[in-house]
């Protein structure tokens, strides 16, 4: 079984920051794509940032230059970092991956998502 656990959501007063986490585990032969999406109450789920086996980052163009996508790959984990957050921001945010776990085929597996709440 492959997990994504993700934490760091909250609420936070506009311009202020929060950290997400999101840490794969489970039996993971290899991880490629890693990332955030977000929905907020009556739109579609939308990527905000996602980041390749190699490094490669692309982000939504609402949150580039304020928010920020890593990873540690021996800890199966991303980070998304977000400064200068708006109340546009607010929304439920999912972390998800593209894995190929040990047993079984390639699979997008998807966090239960974190709730980000940015006060005016």
């Known amino acids: 079984q492959v997990q994504l656990v993700e934490s760091g959501g909250g609420l936070v007063q506009a311009g202020g920051s929060l950290r997400l986490s999101c840490a794969a585990s489970g039996s993971i032969f290899r991880i490629n794509d890693m990332g955030w999406y977000r929905q907020a109450p009556g739109k579609q789920r939308e990527l905000v940032a996602k980041?390749?086996?190699?490094?490669?980052?692309n982000y939504a163009d609402s949150v580039k230059g304020r928010f920020t996508i890593s990873e540690v790959n021996a800890r199966n984990t991303v980070y998304l970092q977000m400064n200068s957050l708006k109340p546009e921001d607010t929304a439920v945010y999912y972390c998800?991956?593209?894995?190929?776990?040990?047993?079984?085929?390639?699979?997008?597996?998807w966090g239960q998502g974190t709730q980000v709440t940015v006060s005016s």
């Open positions: 980041i390749s086996s190699g490094g490669v980052s």
């Open positions: 998800a991956a593209d894995i190929i776990p040990r047993f079984g085929p390639r699979t997008d597996y």
